[in-house]
């Protein structure tokens, strides 16, 4: 055993391994050597292995690790036999399937379609409706019709088309066009969800900062006890509704106000900041009408609801009136003597009589007749209020 084997050796050079590829201290610098003895490229060395900081050529078949300087700082990166690389700790992709007729381009947002070959199949996402949002990544690489390939959910995705686009805005998954993104967010009620920000704009060139977030407006409510709107800034805040129509619920208090809603079905009237008298109009209904000629000892329906109905009141009115009143499939009144007195003369000058209707309340249904009490054909009116 050499004493140089034990503490080294004072040279220039050493070299480890002789013939074929290897690895030499030239001077200080550590360089894979091939047979012929020319360098290849740097290494830099880690706690177990030696890696070149220049990109290698994509290899033949598997992956190449590789270092890199980025603003004076090492990264490792991976190249594998398809030129796909990645930058370990900062990219996360995901294996696909395209399961549509058409191929998907680099940098399209994909939405989840369902499962094959153990790995989710994905069709082109827009922000339009819930079938075809939420999107899962970007593609990060071109991805055939019916073939496997990678998306990006996390990571740096370079060389895409980000040209129309603003430099530093955020990325959303576009509402007008399939597999698109924009940096104009689009507005309510469609879909919202931001997929990251644009680094760099360029037509093939492009780089986005993916970093895929749920949607951002598909809320379906909160288990919170309460919920807060407004930047705590003065002026209305608005809580608004989309049928189609938009109806707006607005606040602009100048002092801490509390309003507390009823504990009871029904709707509430508002005007401007008081709550506005209730009228006829706004729960009761009113049954008027007029018949002629109805036969002697004859019903004749003056309404039939169904539901929770209450008869408020009313009066029948001819020269012999009587009434029959059936709430829930029950006669409850079958009145057919006058007992209210008798005002004024009918056209023909016989008595005019007016009967009243009393009060009465139903779960399910209720009916209400009118009776010719008189053995001649006589003409009525009525005037009957429910809600």
């Known amino acids: 055993m050499f004493f140089t084997d034990l503490i080294g050796i004072f040279a220039n050079s050493l070299q480890l391994g002789f013939g074929g590829a290897r690895v030499k201290s030239n001077g200080g610098a550590i360089e894979a050597r091939n047979a012929a003895d020319s360098a290849l490229a740097p290494v830099v060395a880690d706690s177990y292995r030696y890696l070149p900081i220049v990109q290698p050529a994509t290899p033949a078949s598997g992956i190449v690790e590789f270092a890199e300087l980025s603003n004076g700082l090492l990264r490792l990166k991976t190249i594998d036999s398809t030129g796909f690389i990645t930058v370990d700790g900062r990219d996360v992709t995901l294996i696909v399937r395209n399961t549509t007729a058409a191929t998907i381009n680099k940098g399209q947002p994909v939405y989840r379609t369902g499962a094959s070959g153990g790995v989710p199949t994905v069709g082109l996402a827009q922000a339009n409706a819930l079938t075809t949002a939420p999107a899962l990544g970007l593609a990060a690489e071109t991805i055939a019709a019916n073939g496997f390939g990678r998306i990006m959910i ?4 370079e060389g895409v088309n980000t040209l129309g686009m603003t ?10 066009t399939a597999g698109a993104l924009t940096t104009t967010k689009p507005s309510f009620p469609t879909l919202q969800q931001r997929l990251g920000s644009v680094v760099t704009v360029s037509n093939g060139m492009g780089r986005v900062q993916v970093r895929i977030q749920g949607l951002d407006n598909e809320e379906e409510g ?12 003065a002026g ?50 009113w049954h008027e009408g007029h018949v002629t000629a109805v036969a002697p000892t004859t019903y004749r329906t003056i309404f039939s609801l169904t539901g929770a ?22 006669q409850v009144i079958n009145r057919t003597v006058i007992s209210a007195g008798r005002v004024g003369t009918s056209g023909m000058g016989e008595p005019f009589g007016v009967i009243a209707i009393p009060p009465a309340r139903a779960a399910f249904t209720m009916i209400l007749e009118l009776y010719n009490t008189s053995g001649a054909i006589r003409d009525f009116g009525w005037k009957v209020v429910t809600r």
């Not at 996390?154 to 995705?157: M, V």
């Not at 430099?167 to 959303?172: F, K, L, Q, R, V």
């Not at 608005?238 to 009823?262: C, D, I, K, V």
């Not at 109905?309 to 029950?330: E, H, K, M, N, Q």
Request: proline letters at 5%; hydrophobic letters at 35%; aromatic letters at 8%.
């Open 167 to 176: 430099e530093g805005g955020t990325a959303y998954l576009s509402s007008t």
């Open 154 to 157: 996390l990571g740096l995705l």
């Open 222 to 233: 909160s288990i919170n006890p309460s919920w807060h709107i407004g930047n705590n800034t």
């Open 236 to 285: 209305v805040k608005s809580l608004q509704y989309h049928n189609g129509f938009t109806q707006s619920l607005n606040a602009n208090p100048t002092a801490n106000r509390t309003n507390t809603l009823p504990n009871k079905d029904g709707t509430l009237a508002t005007l401007s900041d008081a709550i506005a008298p209730i009228t006829s109009s706004d729960f009761l209904t």
């Open 309 to 330: 109905v209450d008869l408020v009141g009313g009066a029948i009115y001819s020269a012999a009136p009587g009434f029959r009143l059936t709430i829930d499939g029950s």
